[in-house]
C-alpha cells in the first residue's frame, strides 16, 4: 500500500515563503516521478512543478523563478520551496508520484500507475 504524505502548508503573508514536503510511503522499489498539483476554490486542478528521478524539472509558468522542486530519492521523498508567495497561490496543494514500483503487503510486486496525496492547505493573505 503506498501512500503519500504533504506537510509544510499553512498561512503566509504576500511575499513570504513555504516549504512543503511529501513522503511516499510502502514497500517501493521506485519512482520515476513526483510533482505538485494545486487546486484553488472554483478551479480546475493544475500542474504546479515536476521532477524525475534523475533530477529533470517542470514549472507551470505562473510559478517559474518563485518556486523550486527537489527530490531526495533515497527518501522518496519531493520538495517544494515556495518563494514570494503571492494571494494567487492560494490552494490546496496536491503531491503525486508517477509510476511506482511496490509491493503489497503480502509481497506481490505490482506497478502504479499514479498515486496522490491527501492535499496541504497553502493560503497567502495579509
Known amino acids: 500500500q503506498v501512500q503519500l504524505v504533504e506537510s509544510g502548508g499553512g498561512l503566509v503573508q504576500p511575499g513570504g515563503s513555504l516549504r512543503l514536503s511529501c513522503v511516499a510511503s510502502?514497500?517501493?522499489?521506485?519512482?520515476?516521478?513526483m510533482g505538485w498539483h494545486r487546486q484553488a476554490p472554483g478551479k480546475e486542478r493544475e500542474m504546479v512543478a515536476g521532477i524525475t528521478n534523475g533530477g529533470s524539472t517542470v514549472y507551470a509558468n505562473s510559478v517559474r523563478d518563485r518556486f523550486t522542486v527537489s527530490i531526495d530519492i533515497a527518501k522518496n521523498t519531493v520538495y517544494l520551496q515556495m518563494n514570494n508567495l503571492r494571494p494567487e497561490d492560494t490552494a490546496v496543494y496536491y503531491c503525486?508520484?508517477?509510476?511506482?514500483?511496490?509491493?503489497?503487503?503480502?509481497?506481490?510486486?505490482?506497478?502504479?500507475?499514479?498515486?496522490w496525496g491527501q492535499g496541504t492547505q497553502v493560503t497567502v493573505s495579509s
Open positions: 510502502g514497500t517501493i522499489f521506485s519512482i520515476e516521478s
Open positions: 503525486n508520484a508517477v509510476r511506482v514500483e511496490a509491493a503489497s503487503p503480502n509481497g506481490v510486486r505490482h506497478s502504479l500507475m499514479q498515486v
